[in-house]
């Protein structure tokens, strides 16, 4: 027995099975991906493991009921949520996912280290673009037809504080676009949210785009009760998660979800919605003692590199042109391509990515699945 075809080469990871047929299987590799490049050049040994031990184990917790029972809510959140219908239904149910378990390179259910992760199969229909005048324009007209098991075509963005580099400090001058997040005044870098603030963005476009709530639920075909309960799960989601993380010590700053439509309706007709793709440090921005410990530090590294301000000029040349394919123009315009980076951040984010998932391994399992991997501390201490 051996592994399905790929169906799609993704950046960093595959998806290998029959178009439309359970279980797809998830094929995490070694390959980054930073700014929408795709792969970077250099791989970083282990993490493809790494990511799918972590994208299990937050499936696991999360969808595992009990969990949600025992966990015990902030005394500031306890008044907000109380008699909130999404919590009690994930305390009932736990939180809907496409997870299946970790596979060998056989298809076989296994508990150890591995690259492969069996999902639920779902349908991801793709928006059509058309160029007029100049602008690029999709087409989400497949999404009013109310679909099920398939994929909702955002990301749903969540942020507990805004540290340095955060995108939201682009689209602060919008005091509009400020107030529909619920905030009553323009964040400062350092500032912190008691309750997550929640923002959308397109998810099956070129470029990711940021959209208002009232825009994402146009596109997605969102009625009122299902944009609410997303906004709930989410939320809802991200406090959970961000006290497993503090649990070890470790801060959640913000991160992304991604989610398709549940098979099943619920009583009344609407729709209801599974957690999908991955959760794990290339989703999330985490800390520890104020150091990035995920993806944000490997933007970090190309900042100040004349490929980075290629990139952000490729972008703007390409939305000015009407035209999806800004890393061409980058490329053969521009004449710009990433840099290698020096083997020792390599080997420093190696181990960042084996450390995050020994550290959540040995809190909710006993015990860590790298054998030789850094501890938190000396990751901090070299990362500084």
């Not at 700014?35 to 993490?47: S, V």
């Not at 075509?153 to 997040?181: N, Q, W």
């Not at 020792?344 to 860590?368: P, R």
Request: proline content about 4%; some cysteine.
């Amino acid at each position: 027995m051996s592994l399905p075809n790929i169906l799609f080469t993704g950046s960093v990871k595959n998806v290998r099975g029959e178009k439309g047929q359970s279980p797809y299987i998830f094929e995490f590799s070694d390959r980054y991906s930073v700014f929408d490049w795709g792969a970077m050049p250099d791989e970083l040994e282990g993490k493809g493991k790494s990511l799918a031990y972590m994208a299990w184990m937050f499936f696991d917790i999360l969808g595992d009921p009990a969990r949600w029972r025992s966990w015990e809510l902030a005394p500031n959140l306890k008044e907000m949520f109380a008699g909130n219908e999404v919590l009690a239904d994930l305390r009932e149910n736990g939180a809907i996912h496409h997870c299946i378990s970790l596979v060998d390179d056989n298809g076989q259910e296994v508990k150890e280290l591995t690259n492969y992760l069996a999902v639920k199969a779902v349908n991801v229909y793709h928006p059509e673009s058309s160029s007029v005048d100049g602008v690029l324009t999709w087409d989400y007209s497949k999404y009013q037809e109310k679909l099920t098991s398939s994929l909702v075509p955002l990301e749903v963005i969540f942020r507990f504080g805004v540290p340095a580099g955060s995108s939201l400090l682009k689209r602060v001058t919008d005091l509009d676009y400020v107030k529909s997040l619920g905030l009553e005044s323009a964040p400062k870098e350092g500032d912190r949210f008691d309750f997550p603030v929640v923002e959308f963005s397109t998810k099956l476009e070129t470029t990711d785009r940021y959209i208002t709530q009232a825009k994402a639920q146009e596109i997605a075909g969102l009625n009122d009760i299902e944009t609410k309960r997303l906004k709930d799960l989410v939320s809802i989601m991200a406090v959970r998660l961000k006290d497993i993380f503090a649990e070890t010590g470790i801060e959640l700053w913000d991160g992304k979800f991604e989610l398709a439509f549940a098979a099943e309706l619920d009583p009344n007709g609407n729709r209801q919605f599974m957690f999908v793709d991955s959760i794990g440090p290339d989703e999330l921005r985490l800390t520890y003692k104020g150091q990035q410990l995920s993806k944000e530090g490997l933007r970090y590294c190309y900042r100040d590199s004349k490929w980075y301000e290629g990139v952000e000029k490729a972008k703007v040349l390409a939305d000015e042109r009407g035209e999806k394919d800004w890393k061409k123009i980058c490329v053969e315009e521009l004449k710009l391509t990433p840099p290698h980076l020096d083997q020792e951040i390599v080997l420093k984010f190696s181990m960042m990515y084996k450390g995050l998932a020994n550290v959540i391994a040995e809190k909710f399992y006993g015990n860590g699945p790298f054998d030789g991997a850094w501890p938190m501390e000396e990751i901090y201490k070299k990362f500084q």
